[in-house]
């Protein structure tokens, strides 16, 4: 179709196709390659990531052990379970609506290293419970601990890295949540050797270990990291 052009009248608009290049092609290995890369140069984001890492991979597996402490230890069957499972879950979903209010007024460090142990201690701690309703209090509150730790540890990972970094350092964190399956295995293990009450107290006892460490090493480096401006 020819179009024709008439004395008189301004010429037709001309429309350039805009060429914008292309972004790079990266494989998922190679972003996760440089996800690494970045965390190893910056110790504040390498101490924050491994201590979530080491408290999931301790702590988390306690989830799969639900059935076994409802049946084995207390006698309470599948309804007993369903319980238990659920005051872990309500006893989050109180946390998460807490701390917005509390990370805006206190020490996002202090949150992480209080969560972390009380994580660890209430974990410890369902070794001695005595009785089906002292369990399912407790697991509440450790439902509660556990993720006000996880939602602090990742916000402490995203506001203190560049906002292209996001996606890698997420990326990183969700590998220990795909790999504490992995771990429950040998904790079952263990636990068929020595019993489930110790196997529930030494996860504790590590979930510890690891907040001792983070709060060690992390005194330097999280107080003279600063939080980027995202905005």
Request: proline share 6%; aromatic share 6%; charged share 10%.
């Amino acid at each position: 179709m020819t179009i024709e052009h008439r004395p008189g009248l301004p010429n037709p608009p001309v429309k350039i196709a805009e060429t914008r290049p292309n972004p790079p092609v990266r494989s998922p290995l190679g972003e996760l390659a440089e996800g690494v890369r970045y965390v190893r140069s910056r110790p504040d984001l390498s101490a924050l990531l491994w201590c979530g890492i080491g408290v999931t991979m301790a702590g988390l597996p306690y989830l799969a052990f639900l059935p076994t402490v409802a049946s084995d230890l207390f006698g309470a069957g599948a309804a007993g379970y369903g319980l238990l499972s659920a005051s872990s879950a309500v006893g989050a979903v109180i946390a998460g609506l807490l701390l917005g209010r509390w990370s805006r007024s206190r020490d996002q460090r202090r949150i992480l290293i209080a969560a972390g142990a009380s994580f660890g201690l209430l974990l410890s701690g369902m070794a001695v419970v005595p009785t089906f309703v002292a369990a399912v209090l407790a697991l509440a509150v450790l439902g509660s601990a556990l993720l006000a730790f996880q939602a602090t540890n990742q916000a402490m990972l995203l506001s203190l890295s560049p906002v292209e970094f996001h996606g890698r350092i997420q990326g990183l964190v969700m590998l220990s949540f795909g790999a504490f399956g992995v771990a429950a295995l040998p904790l079952g293990i263990l636990a068929d050797v020595i019993g489930l009450r110790w196997t529930l107290a030494g996860m504790g006892v590590l979930v510890l270990g690891v907040v001792a460490v983070f709060s060690a090493v992390s005194r330097r480096t999280t107080r003279s990291a600063r939080p980027l401006d995202l905005g």
